[in-house]
């Protein structure tokens, strides 16, 4: 969390290419269960570990060494902490306003079925289970289909890169 000025803003800086704070590419599940505590689910799928109950909440992508590959994470309802990448919002926000700050920023995304990859290593992406009457309490309008950053993906540049790597939500 930052103090603005008396106001506090709660976020999560994500580092492109590396991860979170308390969770990088290339850790372990160990690794990771000693900075934020043990997993809340690895039992669905053995190559994710799931963080529901973090603020944001969190998944560990893990390659077949048992090392992570991709951290994604998710937004969090109204006030909670949100996905910051150098001060911005990422999560929680409108995915036009998202793409042209991180434009004026220098970066520029390839666009993917589901949203945008960055070579640096991350990509935001929506799963159009929010509309953008849910950032503002608004009335549903079905017409409004632009879409809200749902989470970040984080991983080292190449998996974002890779023509290897093909797969449904990617477009491929």
């Known amino acids: 969390m ?48 799931y963080w529901h109950r973090h603020k944001p909440a969190f998944v560990a992508h893990f390659d077949r060494e048992g090392l992570v590959e991709l951290i994604e994470v998710y937004y969090s309802e109204g006030g909670e902490e949100q996905v910051t990448l150098d001060g911005t919002q990422l999560t929680y926000r409108l995915m036009d306003e998202v793409m042209a700050d991180l434009q004026v920023a220098g ?20 799963m159009s289970s929010l509309s953008p009457s849910d950032l503002t309490g608004g009335s549903y309008d079905p017409d409004d289909e632009r879409a809200v950053v ?23």
Do not use: H, N
């Open 2 to 49: 930052r103090d603005f000025g008396g106001s506090e803003e709660k976020s999560v800086e994500i580092i492109p290419g590396v991860g979170l704070p308390v969770a990088r590419v290339g850790q372990t599940l160990a690794d990771i269960e000693a900075m934020v505590g043990l997993a809340d689910d690895i039992q669905a799928d053995p190559d994710r570990a």
């Open 107 to 126: 970066r520029r995304g390839r666009r993917m079925v589901i949203g945008f990859d960055f070579d640096d290593g991350f990509c935001v992406w929506s």
């Open 150 to 172: 749902e989470g970040v993906s984080v991983g080292a540049p190449d998996y974002f890169t890779d023509p290897a790597r093909a797969s449904p939500d990617r477009g491929q």
